[in-house]
């Protein structure tokens, strides 16, 4: 009997304890279960959460809406890499004159009873061209009458190296230009490589390597301001004077720009009395970045040297002036300013948010073109709105909504979700007088974001 009773004690004993252990697995299971929905409960609750950037879809009066954006194709990604890496984040470009064709403008030399004119400012291209690099040095060269030229010499990027490597073809070592011959005599004009007046050198150029000749050389932008704009912030009428042979006086200003990237955009010429030195003349937009922004100038030359009919040579070509062609510094002038944006939509601290203001201005005419002084949408406050989010405001503060016309171009959607695109800022000038009254635009635009620029540089020429 008392083995019986030992085994039943056991049994009742082994039961009692199995009962527990299923009490307590079964708690443990439904406190899991109670967790894994609150999570899913908390969740699904922030899923459904309206977004703190999102806004109503028919606010389109008020802002630029953009609804499943086109896919980036690679020519778009790769565009987009190029201005941002190799031009400063910003395209310029002129709407309305690009096309400059093959025109020569004319020099003129010599006496006040005898004057000489000769085909000077040959086009190397029929359009005009942007250049992007290292900004060496600086000059003012006041060559009297009308003449006051802001000189750049810069270093060109290898996206622009063209600009020089193309021209090496009409430079002579002795300065000597055969075509001269017959059309206007040498005589003064006998500029080589190192004589003042010839091609510009790099005196730090290192890099001798086959092939990179073209380093050796700076490529010169060149425009005449308004004598308005001497007195101005970036690059001041003063610095070391000097007085030339002739007469004429150049000043260099001690810039903290010097070693910069800086853009130049106009004509791409060779300049034959200067034993065809390759030139962007005249510089009509110039731009660069600096701290958290982007300076935008736009200039109408007021050298008269390019702004009528009659400075360029039609002959050359067996004939007249032809039909919608326009000088190459004819008012009014348009500028367009691309500057290049990315966003990712799931970011934090969004919208980036850009300010535009005035810094100087002259003879402003962008209310006069409808389709220059169009915004893409209304006011001057401007918000691109993506599938339903702000992802950029653009607040314009100059003194004249008119002034500017501000647009969202180009905008695509990447692989990976990030928007890219451009703000598009567009601007006319144009004084009513060629002899006086020339006309200027310069801005600042500030950005809460910037594209990073990798600017890719042999260091061996620097």
Same mark, same amino acid.
């Given at each position: 009997?008392?083995?019986?009773?030992?085994i039943?004690?056991?049994?009742?004993?082994?039961?009692?304890?199995?009962?527990?252990?299923?009490a307590v697995?079964? %708690?443990?299971?439904?406190k899991r279960?109670?967790?894994?929905?609150?999570k899913?409960?908390?969740?699904?609750?922030?899923?459904n959460?309206v977004?703190?950037?999102?806004?109503?879809i028919?606010?389109?009066?008020?802002?630029?809406?953009?609804?499943?954006?086109?896919r980036?194709?690679?020519d778009?990604?790769?565009?987009?890499?190029?201005i941002v890496?190799?031009?400063?984040?910003?395209?310029?470009?002129?709407?309305v004159?690009?096309?400059?064709?093959?025109?020569?403008?004319?020099?003129t030399?010599?006496?006040?009873?005898?004057?000489?004119?000769?085909?000077?400012?040959?086009?190397?291209?029929?359009k005009?061209h942007?250049?992007?690099?290292?900004?060496?040095?600086?000059?003012?060269?006041d060559?009297g009458?009308?003449?006051?030229?802001?000189?750049?010499?810069i270093?060109?990027?290898?996206a622009?190296?063209?600009?020089?490597?193309?021209?090496?073809?009409?430079?002579?070592?002795?300065g000597y230009?055969?075509?001269?011959d017959?059309?206007f005599?040498?005589?003064?004009?006998h500029?080589?490589?190192? %004589?003042?007046?010839?091609?510009?050198?790099?005196?730090?150029f290192r890099?001798?390597?086959?092939?990179?000749?073209w380093?050796k050389?700076?490529?010169?932008?060149?425009?005449?301001?308004?004598?308005?704009l001497?007195?101005?912030?970036?690059?001041p009428?003063?610095g070391?004077?000097?007085?030339?042979?002739?007469?004429?006086i150049?000043?260099?200003?001690?810039l903290?720009?010097?070693?910069?990237?800086?853009?130049?955009?106009?004509?791409?010429?060779?300049?034959?009395?200067?034993n065809?030195?390759?030139?962007?003349?005249?510089?009509?937009?110039?731009?660069?970045?600096?701290?958290?922004?982007?300076?935008l100038?736009?200039l109408q030359?007021?050298?008269?040297?390019?702004d009528?009919?009659?400075?360029?040579d039609?002959?050359?070509?067996?004939?007249?002036?032809p039909?919608?062609?326009?000088?190459?510094?004819?008012?009014?002038?348009?500028?367009?300013?691309?500057i290049?944006?990315?966003v990712?939509p799931? %970011?934090?601290?969004?919208?980036?948010?850009?300010?535009?203001?005035?810094?100087y201005?002259?003879?402003?005419?962008?209310?006069?073109?409808?389709?220059?002084?169009?915004?893409?949408?209304?006011?001057?406050?401007?918000?691109?709105?993506?599938n339903?989010?702000?992802?950029?405001?653009?607040?314009?503060?100059?003194?004249?909504?008119?002034?500017?016309?501000?647009?969202?171009v180009?905008?695509?959607?990447?692989?990976?979700?990030?928007?890219?695109g451009?703000?598009?800022i567009?601007?006319?000038?144009g004084?009513p007088?060629?002899?006086?009254?020339?006309?200027?635009?310069v801005?600042?635009?500030?950005?809460?974001?910037?594209?990073?620029?990798r600017?890719?540089?042999?260091?061996r020429?620097d």
């Open positions: 009997m008392r083995t019986i009773e030992k039943r004690f056991k049994n009742i004993l082994l039961f009692f304890l199995l009962g527990i252990f299923v697995a079964q %708690a443990q299971v439904t279960d109670h967790r894994t929905k609150e899913a409960k908390t969740r699904g609750h922030r899923t959460r977004a703190e950037n999102d806004v109503a028919d606010d389109s009066f008020n802002n630029f809406l953009v609804t499943n954006p086109p980036s194709t690679q778009d990604v790769d565009n987009w890499n190029r890496t190799k031009m400063q984040g910003i395209e310029g470009f002129d709407p004159g690009n096309i400059i064709g093959e025109y020569p403008a004319e020099k030399q010599g006496s006040e009873v005898v004057l000489h004119f000769f085909n000077n400012w040959v086009p190397l291209d029929s005009k942007a250049c992007c690099g290292k900004l060496k040095k600086f000059k003012i060269y060559g009458n009308d003449e006051m030229d802001w000189g750049f010499y270093t060109p990027n290898d622009f190296s063209y600009l020089i490597k193309d021209v090496l073809q009409f430079k002579d070592p002795d230009d055969a075509a001269w017959g059309e005599s040498l005589a003064g004009f500029m080589g490589e190192n %004589a003042p007046g010839g091609w510009h050198v790099d005196e730090k890099d001798h390597r086959p092939g990179n000749e380093r050389y700076l490529l010169e932008g060149e425009i005449t301001p308004d004598e308005s001497y007195d101005n912030v970036f690059f009428k003063r070391n004077e000097v007085t030339h042979a002739s007469g004429d150049s000043y260099t200003p001690n903290g720009s010097l070693g910069r990237e800086i853009c130049i955009y106009g004509p791409w010429v060779r300049e034959r009395v200067h065809n030195r390759p030139e962007i003349h005249p510089s009509e937009m110039i731009w660069w970045r600096e701290n958290k922004g982007y300076y100038m736009f030359d007021d050298s008269n040297r390019f009528d009919q009659g400075d360029f039609f002959g050359v070509l067996g004939g007249s002036t039909d919608n062609w326009k000088a190459w510094a004819e008012p009014p002038l348009t500028a367009q300013f691309k290049a944006f990315e990712m799931r %970011a934090s601290k969004l919208p980036i948010k850009m300010d535009i203001r005035e810094i201005k002259r003879f402003v005419v962008t209310k006069d073109d409808a389709d220059a002084s169009k915004d893409s949408d209304t006011g001057t406050s401007h918000t691109l709105v993506v339903n989010k702000k992802l950029l405001v653009v607040n314009e503060q100059q003194e004249n909504d008119n002034d500017l016309g501000v647009k969202f180009d905008i695509t959607e990447r692989a990976d979700g990030t928007i890219q451009y703000l598009q567009t601007t006319k000038v004084g007088d060629l002899a006086e009254d020339e006309g200027y635009h801005i600042y635009v500030s950005s809460s974001k910037m594209p990073i620029v600017t890719v540089r042999d260091h020429t």
